[in-house]
């Protein structure tokens, strides 16, 4: 059976009362791989890692994407009372996971990272793509007068969500324009962040309180982190740049690099089968 996004759906209530959607694959007994997804309009567990949840699977593990609060199927929350860490903890804990895997893309990576930082226990392996910090210390290598150009264009769809607005964010978020910014694409985004203008309104109204990360990790606490830890990012990412891997490279001890050529920010997509090829051999061998 060709796993879908309707068959993989699933819906729980967290312990807080928050509704979640995700998606899962794989034996129930498998060792459990978590997908984070990051922030743009439109985005869900299922868009961002459609083209590695069955990969995954089938390499043996029990695969979950959430929808995180404030984004897709899930409940709508205003940023000021977000807080992805407390969210993933009760996810965990609702679907009766110990410890798992964590992989994330962006915002989800900065999730990930922040759970690593609080919950060592809980986290198995840390795997990011285009890896986020919150905002924090000038970069290098970042945009002087503040948001990267591709925030700023998530920004602007956040605004308005229309197809023109999209294809201008499918197109900042990958190398390969021709390939992957399809009008298919775009309107297929389009609809889905259209179908939720309260999630649209609370990303908006929140920009002033630090959305979408409105609780940076403790950087302090980073070269703490000890789990085997995968950092991959794409060496055209005009959302965020590259730099920040490298800052995580040498800030986590049990840590390696993967710097992809004509890859933007998100490398699960892009290059889906070297991704999955890596993710399976770091999960595998670490």
């Not at 950087?219 to 060496?235: A, F, M, N, Q, S």
């Amino acid at each position: 059976m060709t796993l879908t996004q309707e068959s993989a759906a699933r819906d729980t209530t967290l312990p807080s009362g928050t509704h979640v959607r995700y998606y899962e694959a794989g034996a129930p007994d498998a060792p459990p791989v978590v997908l984070l997804h990051g922030s743009g309009p439109g985005a869900t567990g299922w868009s961002n890692f459609s083209g590695n949840i069955p990969v995954l699977a089938s390499a043996g593990f029990r695969v979950i994407a959430p929808d995180m609060p404030g984004w897709g199927g899930s409940d709508a929350v205003a940023t000021t009372d977000m807080d992805h860490d407390r969210d993933l903890v009760e996810l965990l804990d609702t679907l009766a996971i110990p410890r798992a895997a964590l992989v994330g893309n962006s915002m989800g990576a900065h999730t990930a990272i922040r759970f690593a930082t609080l919950h060592p226990e809980r986290i198995t392996h840390l795997v990011t793509m285009g890896a986020s910090l919150g905002r924090g210390p000038a970069s290098l290598f970042g945009a002087g007068d503040g948001p990267s150009e591709g925030l700023k264009v998530i920004v602007r769809a956040y605004r308005d969500a229309s197809p023109e607005n999209m294809q201008a964010l499918v197109e900042i978020m990958t190398y390969d324009k021709a390939r992957f910014a399809t009008p298919e694409l775009t309107r297929a985004r389009s609809e889905a962040a259209l179908a939720r203008p309260d999630h649209l309104k609370n990303y908006v109204e929140g920009l002033a309180h630090g959305a979408p990360i409105p609780i940076r990790v403790d950087r302090d606490k980073i070269p703490g982190i000890t789990v085997p830890t995968l950092l991959i990012h794409g060496k055209d990412d005009r959302v965020l740049h590259y730099e920040t891997t490298l800052w995580l490279l040498a800030n986590i001890p049990n840590s390696r690099a993967v710097l992809l050529n004509r890859c933007g920010h998100w490398a699960m997509i892009e290059h889906a089968e070297e991704f999955n090829r890596l993710v399976v051999d770091f999960l595998n061998n670490h």
